[in-house]
């Protein structure tokens, strides 16, 4: 079966500073890979995608399937980045996904 | 834009109800979902619907069933609650048709069981 892994729970970046969060999976076959973001008071929303290889509020992540990673990446954090995160998988044909169990981002000002 | 809306924000139960949680959705999708939103657990898929009448057990089933019977709507129930079914619950659809369609979101209802 497959699985995601979030290995941060909580992470703190200042402002201005560089942002990662990392996304490993497990998974045989070619998965695609998904981020979600939920900010306060507002429903999960999706971020952005691997397939489709573009840019979201200055976001990007790349899939490493030698790293078997997903991480995402921000060279600048502005305060209002500072949201929930969840990195999630859907193998090929399955409309289900699998989520890891997230990261709470806070940018200290 | 789709809307996937729940009924409740929040709703406070005894322990041993039955409890009905209800999502719609107003774009014809053909996928809709239940998850369990805890804190350092993520997400969990509680049960799955492809189809009008048809489900599908996610990971975490025990102790809830679910009923559509029409396609824009998907029922989430606890047959009799408990207190560790106290959690944010969140509906989902997607369209269907293959990959690459992401999940929307509803709000959420955050259940508690007293």
């Known amino acids: 079966a497959q699985r995601v892994t979030q290995p941060e729970k909580l992470l703190s970046v200042f402002k201005g500073a560089p942002v990662e969060l990392k996304c490993n999976y497990s998974y045989s076959g070619s998965p695609e890979l998904f981020w979600y973001v939920q900010y306060s008071r507002q429903r999960l929303q999706l971020l952005l995608r691997?397939?489709s290889r573009e840019s979201i509020k200055g976001f990007t992540a790349d899939l490493n399937k030698g790293e078997t990673s997903f991480h995402l990446k921000k060279p600048f954090a502005q305060e209002e980045d500072s949201a929930m995160y969840y990195c999630a998988l859907r193998t090929f044909g399955n409309e289900k996904l699998t989520f890891g169990t997230g990261t709470r981002l806070t940018i200290i000002p | 834009d789709v809307k996937v809306t729940q009924s409740s924000r929040y709703l406070v139960k005894r322990t041993g109800e039955k409890v009905f949680l209800e999502c719609v959705q107003d774009?014809?999708?053909?996928?809709m979902f239940w998850y369990r939103q805890d804190p350092g657990l993520g997400l969990r898929l509680i049960y799955f619907s492809y189809d009008v009448k048809m489900k599908e057990k996610g990971d975490i089933p025990e102790g809830y069933s679910v009923s559509r019977e029409k396609k824009e709507r998907f029922s989430l129930i606890l047959e009799s609650a408990s207190t560790n079914q106290t959690s944010m619950y969140l509906c989902?659809?997607?369209?269907?048709?293959?990959?690459?369609?992401?999940?929307?979101f509803g709000d959420g209802t955050r259940l508690s069981i007293l």
């Open positions: 989902a659809s997607t369209p269907g048709g293959g990959a690459g369609q992401p999940q929307h």
């Open positions: 691997h397939i």
């Open positions: 774009m014809d999708h053909e996928n």
